[in-house]
């Protein structure tokens, strides 16, 4: 074909050809946020403890993005000292080109007596647990209750009870390319009154943190919550005092 057009042109054999871009390799084409782009830009210094737990269950960096997650809602109940209590997820799943029927969760703890409970799911199920004492990390396996075709979406629930004696006060997620709606709030418990509440963003661990909303502890009282439609990739938080 390219030999016709020259022809057609009056050019020179072989001119067009080297004009040409390099040829693109068949199969499936590469994102931004590959298995390496998720450990070392959303997990930081918890990385390495994060994928032995992932390990464990059989799963990679990658799992963590897949499949897609079109909406992601979370809710952190604060105690009377200002401890996370319980965390609720909703997610809206897509299943993309390939489909899917798990997803692998993480979640990280100032404290870990004992194993987290999980009190409820909706649309799926625990399947295995892995956690790490020492590191304050777990990975969860859940199953879908109908997995996922490709195109498919499907909406799944889930509340953890954290352990006793968690210390730190803020709550974040990861949120990958292809997410359209996040939603983060906090409850907190009427004997527990902030000073202040922040929305944060930052684009990995070690970067700046970015502050997308405010408000003091008279205003943020009972509550505090952040929404973002189309958000950028990174670290999405709450942090209170």
């Not at 016709?4 to 931004?32: D, Y």
């Not at 004992?114 to 647990?129: I, S």
């Not at 390319?177 to 996040?182: A, D, H, I, K």
Request: one cysteine or more; charged letters at 20%; proline letters at 9%.
């Amino acid at each position: 074909m390219v030999s016709v057009l020259e022809e057609i042109l009056e050019l020179p054999p072989g001119s067009l050809l080297g004009t040409l871009p390099p040829r693109r390799p068949r199969g499936r084409r590469a994102t931004a946020f590959e298995a390496g782009t998720v450990r070392d830009r959303q997990w930081g210094n918890r990385a390495d403890s994060i994928g032995a737990a992932l390990a464990r269950l059989g799963a990679d960096w990658g799992d963590l993005a897949s499949p897609p997650v079109l909406s992601y809602r979370v809710r952190m109940q604060v105690g009377p000292e200002g401890g996370e209590l319980a965390l609720h997820v909703t997610r809206i799943l897509h299943g993309g080109s390939r489909g899917g029927a798990r997803m692998v969760y993480v979640t990280r703890y100032a404290s870990m007596p004992h194993a987290p409970l999980l009190t409820m799911t909706h649309g799926c199920r625990l399947a295995r647990f892995r956690g790490d004492p020492a590191a304050g990390v777990a990975a969860y396996e859940f199953l879908l209750d109908d997995p996922l075709s490709p195109g498919e979406l499907a909406l799944t629930e889930f509340r953890i009870q954290y352990p006793p004696r968690q210390t730190e006060k803020y709550t974040d997620i990861r949120v990958y390319p292809g997410t359209r709606e996040v939603v983060l709030e906090t409850v907190f418990d009427a004997a527990y009154a902030p000073a202040a509440c922040q929305a944060f963003h930052r684009a990995s661990p070690a970067a700046p943190v970015r502050i997308l909303k405010e408000r003091s502890g008279s205003e943020a009282r009972g509550g505090f919550q952040y929404i973002r439609f189309n958000p950028a990739p990174g670290i999405y938080g709450i942090r209170w005092e």
